[in-house]
């Protein structure tokens, strides 16, 4: 049984190694929250992927918080369920906000492993020892600038290069790229930055033999992109617009796309993820595990989720050092030759470094029933 006596709620900042830019805009740092649950003398821990203003989805960390705090904690502490999955009916009746159910969910996982002793990965239904990585790179200042930056990673051995483009800036550096790579795995990434309008723009890249361009179109729309996929021979990978089990399957039924970015915190948790991963694999689908700048305790959870089979394309689960100077856990997630090794101990397989997070806290809580 699942038992869950006390939790943490804990917000740190932490500063970014390099400048990354997106559509969205510049990033230097990454607010990171963390909730923590505590039963039978373990801690399970899980980290929330909201932003502070609601640029990537709707939800906020202010929201979170005030949610997490006032409503879904309350339901949850000093009872006992059967499995992490008995959680969704403990909060069935609340409407999305599924970037905070996800973090309820998901330290219940890390818990429920801890207590049989089992690395997460494997109570999920995974079985990879490692999973094949790539790395994200933001917009760079120019043409030289971008291939610059990809031929530092592809000399690390990363399998699979993804771009972040927007109007005005795709075919070039993608042109780029290509002539001075032209058999690396590449992808593109818009963030939601194009419309139909623009499916002139976005046809140029069929030339340039990508894998996949990532989410063209609205974050909450499927329809333009079963009609954008129609009019494109690469292939569309649906990222915002897949929340759930349910949006993968109308969506692959639309032909909207043939590749899903799966990101646990954005369906809500392991759970919902997995019934993604097999509505997807009905499909003949692939997927793969995006990334949201998390710390180690976000990159954990993602390397384990990514141990599942159907996870066929290299994910965002890079190098943790790329992002941070230091990390909040003790264990180094590193990949090697683009390959990166699930934890083996009991859980994530990694743990707090409490004294290393006095440093970066901006809040700490402690809630009981």
């Keep these: 049984m699942l038992k869950i006596e006390a939790a943490e709620l ?19 740092g990454k607010v990171v929250p963390l909730l923590v649950l505590h039963g039978q003398g373990l801690e399970g821990v899980a980290e929330g992927t909201m932003e502070p203003a609601p640029e990537y989805r709707e939800e906020t960390l202010a929201g979170a918080l005030e949610l997490l ?33 996800a973090m309820v969910e998901m330290a ?37 600038a971008t291939v610059d930056i990809v031929r ?28 001075a790579f032209p058999d690396i795995r590449l992808t593109v990434d818009a963030n939601s930055a194009y419309t139909l ?20 179109l609205a974050w909450d729309d499927l329809i333009d992109h079963a009609e954008l996929q129609s009019r494109l021979n690469t ?10 089990a349910q949006d ?17 915190a954005r369906v809500g948790g392991h759970a919902e993820a997995r019934r993604v991963h097999d509505v997807a694999q009905s499909f003949s689908v692939p997927v793969w595990c995006g990334g949201m700048l998390e710390s180690g305790i976000g990159r954990a959870h993602n390397i384990h989720l990514s141990s599942l089979p159907n996870f066929r394309l290299p994910g965002d689960t890079s190098s943790a050092s790329r992002y941070w100077a230091q990390d909040i856990i003790h264990e180094p997630l590193e990949a090697t030759d683009g390959l990166m090794p ?17 440093t970066v806290t901006e809040l700490h809580e402690e809630h009981r029933a």
């Design 10 to 28: 804990i917000v740190i900042r932490l500063p970014l190694k390099f400048r990354f830019e997106t559509s969205f805009g510049v990033q230097t």
């Design 69 to 101: 705090r006032n409503t879904f904690l309350p339901r949850i502490l000093g009872k006992t369920f059967a499995n992490p999955e008995a959680l969704e009916a403990a909060l069935g009746q609340f409407r999305g906000n599924r970037m905070a159910r």
């Design 108 to 144: 219940a996982w890390d818990l429920w492993a801890r207590q049989f002793g089992q690395p997460l990965g494997r109570l999920l239904g995974g079985y990879k020892e490692q999973v094949e990585v790539g790395v994200s790179l933001g917009i760079q200042a120019d043409e030289a």
């Design 152 to 179: 530092r990673h592809v000399e690390q051995g990363y399998r699979r290069i993804k771009l972040k483009i927007k109007p005005g800036w795709d075919v070039q550096p993608v042109r780029a790229v290509r002539e």
């Design 197 to 216: 309008a623009d499916t002139a723009s976005l046809r140029e890249l069929d030339a340039y033999a990508l894998t996949y361009i990532e989410q063209p």
């Design 235 to 244: 292939a569309l990978c649906l990222d915002e617009s897949v929340t759930s």
């Design 248 to 264: 993968a399957r109308k969506g692959l039924a639309l032909r909207a796309g043939r590749v899903i970015n799966l990101k646990v």
């Design 342 to 358: 699930v934890p083996t101990g009991p859980g994530t397989g990694v743990t707090l470094n409490r004294e290393f997070m006095a």
